[in-house]
């Protein structure tokens, strides 16, 4: 087997157990659009177009509820911001590949892909680029075909949302961050994202995803300056 082969192969089976970690969501996913008053064609092209869980499932419920469009807007942007912050965070083991590379590389960027990049030889080699592409890809198609489960699950069924699916988001997110708890900044991150949205979202305010964000990252970002400092010599 020559090594593109093995690259394909590697990329598919290391991705296979967040592809099907997100089996729960994907179908939620493309249930909820539907429940919601999404056409089949509209909830399957937010997959193939968007492909973004988080922002998939905040943009339709927001939708549904009449939000204005500016809210909305804000809000997605502000969950999926943090694609900016790992295109910022890989762009050095890249920025010297073609932009034939780069591109569909940037496209499958997810969560899950991005955990995968933290190897110091990651996208370096042409056969580490392939093992991208193939992990990030067989997640795409994985996410499309479970929104398409979804949608055909939430044309049939009763509404799904009261068997719990929902609390699949949670437990991949859960399984993705605490690897990456390494230090007292990124702690205290965590922490204040999960109190805060718990807080805020109790007591109704619409913007409390937007909120907990930026006050996690604003803790996080002021506790490494002060352990920064802690550390520095006099």
Avoid at 52 to 68: C, D, F, K, R
Wanted: glycine share 6%; with cysteine.
């Amino acid at each position: 087997m020559n090594i593109t082969k093995r690259a394909v192969l590697k990329g598919f089976f290391d991705m296979l157990p967040l592809c099907l970690a997100v089996v729960p969501w994907g179908i939620l996913c493309g249930s909820l659009a539907i429940q919601n008053g999404f056409s089949a064609f509209e909830t399957q092209a937010m997959s193939l177009l968007v492909f973004a869980g988080s922002a998939q499932l905040v943009a339709i419920e927001l939708m549904a509820g009449n939000t204005p469009l500016l809210t909305i807007l804000f809000t997605t942007f502000i969950v999926s911001s943090r694609h900016f912050l790992y295109g910022l965070a890989v762009r050095h083991k890249v920025i010297s590949q073609p932009f034939r590379w780069r591109l569909p590389i940037s496209f499958v960027l997810t969560d899950e892909l991005f955990a995968f990049s933290h190897h110091r030889k990651a996208y370096k080699t042409k056969a580490r680029l392939i093992y991208a592409l193939s992990a990030g890809f067989s997640f795409y198609i994985a996410w499309n075909l479970w929104t398409l489960i979804g949608i055909v699950a939430g044309s049939v069924l009763p509404d799904l949302t009261n068997l719990g699916l929902d609390f699949a988001i949670a437990a991949t997110f859960i399984a993705l961050v605490v690897p990456g708890i390494k230090n007292l900044a990124s702690l205290v991150t965590v922490i204040v994202a999960g109190i805060s949205a718990t807080v805020l979202k109790s007591t109704g305010f619409e913007l409390w995803l937007v909120c907990a964000a930026l006050l996690a990252m604003s803790a996080g970002y002021f506790t490494a300056r002060l352990t920064q400092k802690k550390d520095s010599p006099l």
